[in-house]
Nanobody
Framework: QIQLVESGGGLVRTGGSLRLSCAAS????????VGWFRQAPGKERAVVAA????????YYEDSFQGRFTISRDSAKNTVYLQMNDLTPDDTANYSC??????????????????WGQGTQVTVSS
């Protein structure tokens, strides 16, 4: 199994930036894909971005393309989500998820069996 811990959330003003981290532990020697998701109050959980096992393939939901960047440091077993030009609409709880999948990334939440507890991002106007 793999355990995930997110960090880097917090309060930021409109236009600001945050970098979220998703640190993995446990069975990290096996290849795994990672996705970032977010859930705002009263809304369903939605995918933000995803990255494949070696970091060469990435996916972004349309509304985040150009503002958010997903990356991974395999030596540190950590996946990052750099978020720029934040707006109040980005306020949500952000979670990372992992799946032992090689090849491409995974988008659907139902494909991820391992989840972190999430980190809160609040953007003030």
């Amino acid at each position: 199994q793999i355990q995930l811990v997110e960090s880097g959330g917090g309060l930021v003003r409109t236009g600001g930036s945050l970098r979220l981290s998703c640190a993995a532990s446990g069975r990290t020697s096996s290849s795994y894909a990672v996705g970032w998701f977010r859930q705002a109050p009263g809304k369903e959980r939605a995918v933000v971005a995803a990255i494949n096992w070696n970091g060469r393939l990435t996916y972004y939901e349309d509304s985040f393309q150009g503002r958010f960047t997903i990356s991974r440091d395999s030596a540190k077993n950590t996946v990052y989500l750099q978020m720029n030009d934040l707006t109040p609409d980005d306020t949500a709880n952000y979670s990372c998820a992992a799946a032992y999948i090689t090849g491409s990334y995974v988008i659907g939440a139902r494909h991820y069996p391992y989840w972190g507890q999430g980190t809160q991002v609040t953007v003030s106007s």
